[in-house]
């Protein structure tokens, strides 16, 4: 019997540090004005995110639209300038598209670089080109913000108008205690100073009609 025992004491000694993991605390002595005391752990996860619209999107989610901007010019205005010329595309519409930059992923500032990248001048069936000095953009706040975004308007990073292309004028976004919210729209249009050859100009990868644009973590 007392080898029973001593194994049943035994166990409940091993078995207490399980059953008493919850924080508590007891006073078998309290008078008025004791205290006991049982804490809790709090923890916070944030994603780290960094998120990049240039034109049609899907807020904080990946977008796979991609917007045409199409500036056609008409047979009695050829290097008239811009007001002649009838410009669609863009989810803004008229050749204005909505930017917008998210960022938390902290580092030793918090700033975003954001930069734009073409592959050459813009060419028809022909190989004729025409040169991304002749595309012009104009930034400026959205009409409506977003709840949390600066809403000022981002400098749109100058297109390289280099023969074989490549990055363009890098532009710096600044943090705000490490938080890049930042949105504004670009609109674009077909400066029509020049007489070209007739054709289409870009629009696609094979006729470096394509911008690649490229926000990074800094």
Do not use: C
Not at 25 to 35: D, E, M, R
Not at 160 to 178: H, P
């Amino acid at each position: 019997m007392k080898k029973l025992l001593l194994i049943a004491v035994s166990m409940a000694a091993l078995l207490a540090p399980v059953l008493s993991r919850a924080e508590s605390n007891v006073n078998t002595a309290a008078v008025t004005g004791s205290a006991v005391t049982a804490r809790l752990n709090f923890s916070v996860v944030i994603p780290s995110v960094l998120y990049l619209a240039v034109g049609t999107n899907t807020t904080m989610a990946a977008n796979t639209t991609v917007d045409n901007l199409l500036f056609t010019v008409p047979a009695a205005s050829i290097g008239a300038g811009t007001t002649s010329v009838v410009t669609t595309g863009g989810d803004i519409g008229s050749g204005a598209v909505t930017v917008r930059v998210f960022s938390n992923v902290g580092g030793a500032t918090g700033n975003v670089s954001l930069n734009s990248s073409t592959s050459g001048q813009m060419l028809n069936a022909a190989g004729d080109a025409i040169p991304w000095t002749d595309i012009a953009v104009a930034a400026a706040p959205l009409a409506t913000a977003t709840t949390g975004y600066t809403n000022t308007g981002i400098t749109h990073p100058a297109f390289n108008n280099g023969a074989a292309g490549g990055a363009g004028t890098l532009v710096t976004l600044t943090a705000a205690s490490k938080v890049v919210r930042q949105e504004g729209k670009w609109t674009f249009s077909y400066a029509n100073t020049g007489a070209y050859p007739a054709g289409t100009y870009g629009g696609t990868v094979a006729k470096n009609g394509v911008v690649t644009y490229t926000a990074t973590a800094l």
